[in-house]
């Protein structure tokens, strides 16, 4: 191998581990949110449109992060003991199983778009615009399907900086595909939300090609179907043991929050513009726990795998305090400055009004949510797999859901009482989860199915 765990990773490593995931998450956000913002200044119901085709479209790439999440924790797990014979193989399955889920995910969208729209309660306004924009973007989700495997394979061999760079790529290419299709410049005629879509798929196409390169040159041994030769059946169920559980639990929160959209659409356009900005700003707080996170579960599956048990608690324990820290501050700030931020996207003083009430409920949300990311990637490193999910559907639909209809609805607190709930539902899962880390259950989890060298 060209890329393995040094027997010193530890605490000092985060770092290096965490900021190219940040620069490359946020790139990310961009790509999606920069159709948002740049559509919206030539359409406010293109904002609309995207934003509700992005839901849709979120949930169904879930099935992609199954194998991906999957692919991380096992590939961190061998490395740490020792064991590099099976990444490979592990490599190879993950490629073709996403490749299979998108092709099946792609047809869902092409032939079904406009019933799944109309259940969600989709505006007649902007229906033709949401449907144009998720049927391409679905044509082209096998580049996304490849694109977050090699993510997923770079950072369980710490090569995080590489996908850092395609993402910035990626980013250029797709503001610059969007200023020129969406406002039609050399064009017969401006093409708005279908060019944002275009844009956005040839930047993920030239994002693949580059990172299919960089496989190629940095990795060794890389895939090869001589692997699956004979059909390595034992990792594939381990692979879907560990990434349906896992995906399982984000698909959860994908679909409760799929569901809340579709209260959010029964509200009017004013609060589903102002929920569009809200969400986008939020994805701001949450930037850093996401990406400290990941890092942290790459350290933490290694730590498993090498059977440091002590130093995986550790590192979990300093991995939280530095999340919530930071996402206290940001989410503070973005409350602050909510009038100003708010404004730079939108004139109308109705959404300005309602962002800044849901920008402070946020502040408690993103507590809450600090945990959860972290604690969720710890607990799935840790071979703990099947408590994240159980407790996700428990509390996101019966508390999240359930609440979100019950305030937002019934008692007519609109946007309001929908974030209200949705922080009630992070506050309560975060406390349960510090109290099953505490308890090591994790530990014993891990000891049973400890990965031999």
């Known amino acids: 191998m060209t890329t ?45 449109a995207i934003g509700n085709a992005n839901q849709i479209i979120n949930v169904l790439l879930i099935s992609f992060s199954i194998i991906s999440l999957a692919t991380t924790i096992l590939v961190s797990q061998n490395m740490g003991a020792k064991n590099y014979k099976n990444v490979s193989t592990i490599y190879t399955l993950a490629l073709i199983v996403n490749l299979v889920f998108s092709v099946i995910i792609s047809a869902i969208l092409l032939f079904f778009t406009e019933s799944i729209y109309h ?53 250029v290419l797709n503001i610059g595909g969007n200023y020129i299709l969406i406002n039609g410049i050399g064009l017969p005629a401006p093409l708005g939300v279908t060019g944002a879509a ?14 299919v390169c960089l496989f190629v040159k940095k990795i060794k041994p890389g895939m090869s179907l001589k692997t699956l030769r004979p059909f390595p059946s034992a990792m594939l169920k381990r692979l879907l043991f560990i990434g349906i559980p896992s995906g399982g639990e984000t698909l959860s929160w994908t679909l409760s929050q799929t569901v809340t959209m579709g209260f959010v659409n029964l509200c009017g356009a004013v609060v589903i513009t102002t929920r569009v900005y809200a969400v986008m700003f939020a994805m701001i707080t949450y930037l850093y726990s996401n ?30 305090r530095s999340s919530v820290l930071v996402s206290f501050c940001v989410a503070l700030l973005l409350f602050v400055f909510s009038d100003q931020i708010f404004g730079f996207f939108t004139s109308d003083p109705e959404v300005i009004a309602l962002g800044k009430q849901v920008m402070f409920i ?59 709930a949705m922080a009630c539902d992070e506050i309560l899962r975060a406390a349960m989860f510090l109290v099953r880390w505490k308890r090591r259950k994790w530990m014993d989890l891990s000891i049973k199915n400890a990965v031999k060298a």
Do not use: H
Request: glycine letters at 8%.
């Open 4 to 48: 393995t765990f040094p027997e010193n990773t530890k605490k000092e490593s985060l770092f290096k581990l965490t900021w190219p995931i940040f620069v490359e998450l946020f790139l990310q956000m961009l790509v999606g949110n920069t159709d948002q913002m740049m559509v919206g200044q030539v359409s406010q119901t293109g904002v609309g």
């Open 119 to 171: 259940m969600l309660q989709v505006p007649d306004a902007i229906m033709p615009e949401t449907v144009a924009y998720t049927r391409i973007i679905g044509a082209g989700l096998f580049l996304q399907a490849v694109f977050l495997t090699f993510s997923a394979i770079f950072r369980s061999n710490r090569l995080m900086k590489e996908t850092m760079f395609v993402s910035i790529i990626m980013n």
């Open 198 to 211: 275009i844009s956005s798929n040839i930047a993920k196409l030239v994002g693949v090609v580059i990172v």
């Open 291 to 320: 990406a400290i996170s990941q890092s942290s579960q790459v350290l933490v599956g290694y730590m498993i795998g090498a059977r440091e048990y002590d130093n995986a608690d550790r590192r979990v324990k300093a991995t939280l």
């Open 362 to 420: 946020d502040i408690f949300l993103e507590l809450g949510r600090a945990v959860n990311m972290v604690m969720v990637r710890s607990l799935q490193a840790a071979n703990d797999i099947l408590f994240p999910i159980a407790l996700g559907i428990g509390s996101q639909w019966f508390v999240s859901v359930v609440l979100c209809y019950v305030l937002g609805i019934i008692l007519g607190w609109g946007l309001i009482g929908i974030w209200i």
